[in-house]
Nanobody, 123 residues
Framework: VQLQASGGGLVQAGGSLRLSCAASGRTFSGYVMGWSRQAPGKEREFVSAISRFGTSAYYADSVKGRFTISRDNAKNTTYLQMNSLKPEDAAVYYC?????????????????WGQGTQVTVSS
């Protein structure tokens, strides 16, 4: 499956952005989808994941209550709505897909990765 992330940009602290990840190549609903991020000088970290049909979601503690993951299987797209953005949320955000059913935060379990989209948050 090929993944294409978009929607990044520059936003002021407290603002919002919505990232999108379009998938192609295989049956989209067969994959758990997720988002991770990597800030300069830091390791890539898990952000969120959503089950195959959107019935379950999992969030890192750092984004819980501010970010919402969703998916539209008819459009082969997953989204990450980011509200109340903080400067520490600035990073390159990556979407990912995996064929196993578990939606935990283990990034090594994801099989496919898209290119990143940059999110910059000004204070």
């Amino acid at each position: 499956v090929q993944l294409q992330a978009s929607g990044g940009g520059l936003v002021q602290a407290g603002g919002s952005l919505r990232l999108s990840c379009a998938a192609s190549g295989r049956t989209f609903s067969g994959y758990v989808m997720g988002w991770s991020r990597q800030a300069p000088g830091k390791e890539r970290e898990f952000v969120s994941a959503i089950s195959r049909f959107g019935t379950s979601a999992y969030y890192a503690d750092s984004v819980k209550g501010r970010f919402t993951i969703s998916r539209d299987n008819a459009k082969n797209t997953t989204y990450l709505q980011m509200n109340s953005l903080k400067p520490e949320d600035a990073a390159v955000y990556y979407c990912a897909a995996k064929s196993t059913a578990a939606i935990g935060q283990d990034l090594s379990s994801f099989d496919y990765w898209g290119q990143g989209t940059q999110v910059t948050v000004s204070s």
